[in-house]
């Protein structure tokens, strides 16, 4: 898919205040500094369209982007970043968990995970409650750059393993790395498949 158009809509922490026009939408979610910013800039090619940072905690609201005229992408804040005060910390959990559960026009989110990493309880509580809510995701890995091909499927494999200890089928899962580039065509083919469905309905 070509990215004609992506320009920034809004910023806020309300889920009632995004905006209302009744397009596909797709979000990013995960722990913060997993590189959720760093991948919407990658997928438009567009170096600062989202805001990053070599610090945790970085995004702070729910960002709307319009890509093409046509639907949305939306950057969120991390979660389970324990130098965010407690009760910044809740507020966060609260909105994000509001923006899943009531955002109709969500048509998946994206969980990323950190390719280096063990499988962490938080991504795969999140995975959990999203489930229980019916809301589908697909799991991004990151960071693929940082690691040789070989690890990169062992990582896969045992992410994979663990994630059959709780699911029936193991979800759609990408392999990417903004600074390297990789899996910018995938991802986009996906949002595109799921906006053709979308159009079909
Ligand atoms: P919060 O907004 O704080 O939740 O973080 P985020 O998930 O949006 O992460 P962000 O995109 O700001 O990236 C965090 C750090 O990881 C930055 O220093 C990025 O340059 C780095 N980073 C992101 N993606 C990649 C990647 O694919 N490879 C490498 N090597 N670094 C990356
Ligand atoms: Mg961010």
């Not at 093409?68 to 389970?80: A, H, Q, S, T």
């Not at 968990?97 to 994206?110: I, K, P, S, W």
């Not at 990169?152 to 663990?162: C, G, R, T």
């Amino acid at each position: 898919m070509k990215i004609k158009s992506a320009e920034f809509v809004l910023s806020n922490s309300d889920v009632a205040k995004c905006p209302t026009k009744n397009i596909p939408e797709y979000a990013f979610i995960g722990r913060s500094n997993v590189g959720k910013s760093s991948l919407i800039n990658m997928l438009t090619s567009r170096k600062s369209l989202a805001k990053t940072s070599g610090r945790p905690g970085k995004t702070q609201l729910i960002n709307h982007f319009l890509i093409n005229e046509e639907w949305y992408l939306v950057d969120l804040p991390g979660y389970g970043y324990a130098r965010v005060s407690k009760s910044a910390k809740k507020t966060f959990q609260k909105f994000i968990t509001q923006y899943f559960a009531l955002r109709e026009q969500l048509v998946t989110g994206f969980v990323l995970v950190d390719i280096r990493h063990k499988p962490q309880p938080i991504d795969l509580d999140f995975m959990k409650w999203l489930g229980e809510n019916g809301i589908p995701f697909s799991i991004i890995f990151t960071k693929a750059d940082k690691l040789k091909p070989k690890a990169i499927e062992n990582h896969v494999e045992d992410y994979k393993k663990i994630l059959l200890e709780t699911w029936e089928e193991v979800p759609n899962y990408f392999i990417t790395s903004s600074s390297k580039d990789v899996g910018k065509e995938e991802v986009l083919e996906y949002i595109d498949s799921l906006n053709a469905n979308m159009e079909l309905d």
